[in-house]
C-alpha cells in the first residue's frame, strides 16, 4: 500500500528554471518538453480570455482566471472629496478597459492551509 508522500515545503520563491527542472525532475520529461507544455498552456489562457472569446479559464481545482469589462467613466466637476469634508474635487474621466481577475479554488485555498 503507497502512502502519499508529503510534499517538502520550499523556503525561497523559484525561478522560471527550478520550476522546469523541478518538474522535468518528477516526470521524468525533458526540459524541452516542459517548455513547451508551459507555453502551450500561456496560449490556451491567451486564446480564453482576448477580446471576443469566453473571458474565463479555469484550471481544475486550482484558479479561475477572468476578464471583465470595465466601462469608460465620465469626468465629474464638484464632488464632495472624502478625505477632506466640505471641500471639493474634480475627478478625471478614465477609458473602458479590461480587468483581469485571478480566483483561487478550493484545492488551492486548502493547500495554504
Known sequence: MATAK??????ERYT?????????????????QVSS???ELTDIIERHIKKRSCGEFVLPGLLKIQAQ????????KGV???FR????????AK???IRVKVRP???LKDMAS
Not at 6 to 11: A, F, Q, S
Not at 17 to 22: A, G, Y
Open 80 to 82: 464632495p472629496n472624502p
Open 105 to 107: 479554488l478550493k484545492k
Open 69 to 76: 469589462k470595465v466601462p469608460a467613466r465620465k469626468a465629474k
Open 6 to 11: 508529503k510534499p517538502k515545503t520550499i523556503k
Open 37 to 39: 507544455v508551459l507555453d
Open 95 to 97: 477609458p473602458a478597459s
Open 85 to 92: 469634508p466640505g471641500e471639493l474635487m474634480d475627478v478625471a
Open 16 to 32: 522560471k528554471t527550478q520550476i522546469l527542472n523541478e518538474i522535468a525532475e518528477s516526470t521524468e520529461l525533458t526540459k524541452k
